[in-house]
């Protein structure tokens, strides 16, 4: 995907190249269910890439880059959607389409991934990063730039509607 020609001479090179070997796939899976479209996804993410690269020496490591990177991406994705044509473009998606890792979803995750495309924007991404990213609330806020008492009522929210439209039956 994202190629780095760059040969890292320097340290922040080899963490620069160390960030995105680590992190595109989980970026492009993000990117993507923001943006519903494989290629704008790719396109978001080597932006995001590039706006690290740009502001690398700014970072200040007061969150861990993970977070960093996911905070780039998430407004490169936000800016990309305000754009005339992404809002009249139809572009559901389902869980199939999303990019996989290297382990296949069980069909039972297929179905939660259906109804948690389905939920509000900000309730979809705290349920992203929280489950996906593995993220703690604390760093979930840094990411989104709001507070953590928010974090955790968009999470409690998700999770009600999503407890109520699966009956029960996943926890």
Known sequence: MLEVVKVPGNDQDRFFVGLVNEHQGMLLRM???????????????????????RSLGAFRGESNAKTWLIRIAINTCKSMQRSAWLRHHDRR???????QTTVMPLAEDVDVMCHIM?????????????????????EIAQALGIAQSTVSRRLQHARE???????????
Request: net charge negative; charged share 25%.
């Open 31 to 53: 990117c993507y269910v923001y943006l519903r479209d494989r290629e704008l996804a790719k396109d978001a993410v080597q932006e995001t890439f590039l706006k690290a690269y």
């Open 93 to 99: 998606i389902t869980p199939e389409d999303i990019p």
């Open 118 to 138: 389905q939920l509000p924007p900000k309730l979809k991404e705290v349920i992203m990063l929280y489950y996906w990213q593995n993220m703690n609330v604390s």
């Open 161 to 171: 509607k999503l407890h109520n439209v699966l009956d029960g039956r996943y926890e």
